[in-house]
């Protein structure tokens, strides 16, 4: 089982994704992660057909809007990422 701070994939799938600024962005859908160095380089964020959301550093890839995963500053309920 994992440790109090750490969480399962299947756990935050999904979990719905903010600003450091309260605006929600979208749903987690998947991590980009380098196949190297085996880190995580982006997240996948689901974001709703015809909402035009932008986070300085992100890109946007059909409904997905890919943020570095460096600009996550927590997990909790949510997730939030620096505007």
Do not use: C
């Amino acid at each position: 089982m994992p440790k109090k701070e750490e969480k399962l994939w299947s756990e935050v799938k999904g979990y719905q994704v903010a600003t450091n600024n309260a605006r929600i962005l979208g749903e987690l859908d998947e991590l980009v992660i380098n196949e190297k160095t085996g880190k995580i380089v982006d997240i996948a964020i689901k974001v709703e057909s015809g909402r035009n959301v932008h986070v300085k550093g992100s890109k946007r890839k059909g409904d997905l809007l890919l943020v570095p995963f460096a600009k996550v500053e927590k997990v909790g309920e949510f997730i939030i990422v620096t505007e």
